[in-house]
Nanobody, 117 residues
Framework: QVRVVESGGGLVQPGGSLRLSCAASGIIFTSYAMGWYRQAPGKQRELVAAITKGSSTNYADSVKGRFTISRDNAKNTVYLQMTGLKPEDTAVYSC???????????WGQGTQVTVSS
C-alpha cells in the first residue's frame, strides 16, 4: 500500500538522456521530501538529487547542470531528468520518500541505468 515505484531506466549511449519517474502511493505526497539515490557496483549509495516539500532542490556536484529533479504533486510523482549521461552515471537509481525527519522513510526497488557505447 505504502510504496514508491521507479521506472524509466535502461541502456543509453554516452551523451544521451533518460527521464526516471518515481510514482508514490499510499502516502500524502505533499508531506514528503523526495530524493534520488544511486549505487554503482563496489560503491556506496549516494544522494544524487533531492527536492523538498516546498520544491527546493539540491544536487550532487557530479550531476549539477546535467540532472534536474522535479515533482508533480497532482500525479504523486517525482522525476529525474538526466542529460549528458556519462559511463560513470551507470548505477541502480532508487527513489526515496522521507517525512517527519526520517520517521517515515520509504524506498523503491530501484531501476538500472547503464551508460555505455
Amino acid at each position: 500500500q505504502v510504496r514508491v515505484v521507479e521506472s524509466g531506466g535502461g541502456l543509453v549511449q554516452p551523451g544521451g538522456s533518460l527521464r526516471l519517474s518515481c510514482a508514490a502511493s499510499g502516502i500524502i505526497f505533499t508531506s514528503y521530501a523526495m530524493g534520488w539515490y544511486r549505487q554503482a557496483p563496489g560503491k556506496q549509495r549516494e544522494l544524487v538529487a533531492a527536492i523538498t516539500k516546498g520544491s527546493s532542490t539540491n544536487y550532487a556536484d557530479s550531476v549539477k547542470g546535467r540532472f534536474t529533479i522535479s515533482r508533480d504533486n497532482a500525479k504523486n510523482t517525482v522525476y529525474l531528468q538526466m542529460t549528458g549521461l556519462k559511463p560513470e552515471d551507470t548505477a541502480v537509481y532508487s527513489c526515496n520518500a522521507k517525512a517527519h525527519n526520517g520517521e517515515f522513510d520509504i524506498w523503491g526497488q530501484g531501476t538500472q541505468v547503464t551508460v555505455s557505447s
